[in-house]
Nanobody, 122 residues
Framework: QVQLVENGGGSVQAGGSLRLSCVTSGRALDAMGWFRQAPGKEREFVAATTWSSDSPWYADSMKGRVTIAGDNARNTVYLNMYRLKPEDTAVYYC?????????????????WGQGTQVTVSS
């Protein structure tokens, strides 16, 4: 079973940047991505990529303010977030799936990290 461990959450002022990282125990699941969940809201897809093609997908709400990249040598996926807004405050979850379609179309995944809190203050 793939295990995912996130790092990099924290507090930042609006307009600032953060970098989240996710180390995976293996690459049996080709798709890697990030979701977030704010208090009282449903889980939301943020971004995803694959180890095999490294083609990123982004949620419209985050497009232009996030980039996702994988480091095959370190089994690590990064989420770089820029120009953060208070509405970006949420718990961010690293996720993995056999197919990127599970994430993009199904808003789901086959494995999840424990989550890391991101707080953006105005």
């Amino acid at each position: 079973q793939v295990q995912l461990v996130e790092n990099g959450g924290g507090s930042v002022q609006a307009g600032g940047s953060l970098r989240l990282s996710c180390v995976t125990s293996g690459r049996a699941l080709d798709a890697m991505g990030w979701f977030r969940q704010a208090p009282g809201k449903e889980r939301e897809f943020v971004a995803a990529t694959t180890w095999s093609s490294d083609s990123p997908w982004y949620a419209d709400s985050m497009k232009g303010r996030v980039t996702i990249a994988g480091d095959n040598a370190r089994n690590t996926v990064y989420l770089n977030m820029y120009r953060l807004k208070p509405e970006d405050t949420a718990v961010y979850y690293c996720a993995a799936a056999l197919s990127i379609s599970t994430m993009i179309n199904g808003n789901s995944a086959d494995a999840w990290g424990q989550g890391t809190q991101v707080t953006v203050s105005s």
